[in-house]
């Protein structure tokens, strides 16, 4: 299984950047997606994620909603995350995550079955 993230990067407050995780080994449309970020000297958590199939289920971290948009591309095994408005809290390594549970238990603190490697993005004020 691979989940290979791209898009990162380096941006200045207010910019937008589009994370993609291209994902192969697994059946992508049967998984559920998600991204989580992790900061300095603090703990991974979860940003975004999507339901498998149609993906119609998402849910957005507090701190991102209305701000970032999680999507998937079944037909080209990829999964997006569409960041508007960046801020500098924003800067974080991004992670992509897939799992067969549903996203609603990794809120709870269950952990998907597959991460990826991460992409770094950099909000400057």
């Known amino acids: 299984v691979q989940l290979v993230e791209s898009g990162g990067g380096s941006v200045q407050a207010g910019g937008s950047l589009r994370l993609s995780c291209a994902a192969s080994?697994?059946?992508?449309?049967?998984?559920?997606m998600g991204w989580y970020r992790q900061a300095p000297e603090k703990e991974r958590e979860l940003v975004a994620s999507?339901?498998?199939?149609?993906?119609?289920?998402?849910y957005h971290a507090e701190s991102v909603m209305g701000r970032f948009t999680i999507s998937r591309d079944n037909a080209k095994n990829t999964l997006y995350l569409q960041m508007n408005s960046l801020k500098p809290e924003d800067t974080a390594m991004y992670f992509c995550a897939a799992g067969v549970t549903h996203p609603n238990h990794w809120r709870a603190g269950v952990a998907p079955d597959y991460w990826g490697q991460g992409t770094q993005v950099t909000v400057s004020s």
């Open positions: 080994g697994i059946i992508f449309s049967v998984h559920a």
């Open positions: 999507i339901s498998n199939g149609n993906g119609a289920y998402t």
